[in-house]
């Protein structure tokens, strides 16, 4: 168990919906990154957030947005969706950016029908 | 732009036996991460061993080891005594270091089978 937690673990919806994504870093750790794992793309970065704040953007589509609560509580919104977004979705967490281990959650699989 | 490459999609050993997989990357920085991760069934993605560009040293973590060679931008993990719940996915992944804010570029991977 790593310790960091991603609710909901399944996730089915329609194309055109909307759908949010929730993760809980370890304890302490400001960072949380977001990565999309699919069998086209292989495992990709999406988005970066330290302490509140977007640090880095990789892949991610617009599309999709995220943030990243007081709490450090982070959420990741997936709009319109397409047949294509049908992922696993994870989050990372780590200490600090100058840290670069990254601990990840177990993942929320999306299905898009 | 940084790129990871796994040549062998898939590799196979014998219970026991030691197992060697292969990456390399393309950078143009020279203070960067390495890391392996190990992705079984289960689909949880695992740190398995990490390595800083800036230290001669290979990495080592019991049964796992690097062969790191920054020249050649090789990072391949070595399994000794490889065992049944060895069997997964493993990703060779790379991070700019400096506190960078990018996140991990990763290999497609190579899917580990031990035979019994």
């Known amino acids: 168990d790593s310790g960091v937690t991603q609710t909901p673990k399944h996730l089915i919806t329609a194309t055109g919906q909307r759908v949010t994504l929730r993760c809980s870093p370890r304890?302490?750790?400001?960072?949380v990154y977001w990565y999309q794992q699919s069998l086209d793309q292989g495992l990709q970065f999406l988005i970066h957030?330290?302490?509140?704040?977007?640090?880095a953007k990789g892949n991610i589509l617009e599309r999709f947005s995220a943030q990243q609560f007081p709490d450090l509580h982070s959420e990741l919104n997936l709009s319109s969706l397409e047949l294509g977004d049908s992922a696993l979705y994870f989050c990372?967490?780590?200490?600090?950016?100058?840290?670069?281990?990254?601990?990840f959650g177990p993942g929320t699989r999306l299905t898009v029908l | 732009a940084q790129t990871v490459t796994q040549s062998q999609p898939e590799m196979s050993v014998q219970e026991a036996e030691t197992v060697t997989l292969s990456c390399t990357y393309d950078?143009?920085?020279?203070?960067?991460?390495l890391f392996w991760y190990k992705q079984p069934p289960s689909r949880q993605m695992i740190l398995v061993i990490r390595?800083?560009?800036?230290?001669?040293q290979n990495a080592t973590e019991n049964r796992f080891s690097v062969n790191f060679q920054k020249a050649a931008k090789s990072f391949s993990l070595k399994i000794s005594d490889s065992q049944l719940g060895d069997a997964a996915m493993y990703f060779c992944a790379y991070k700019v270091s400096g506190g960078g804010a990018d996140g991990l570029t990763f290999g497609k991977g190579t899917h580990l089978i031990i035979q019994p």
């Open positions: 950078t143009s920085e020279s203070d960067y991460y």
């Open positions: 304890s302490g750790d400001l960072s």
């Open positions: 390595q800083e560009a800036y230290k001669q």
């Open positions: 990372a967490s780590s200490p600090w950016t100058g840290r670069n281990e990254q601990f």
């Open positions: 957030y330290y302490n509140g704040e977007e640090r």
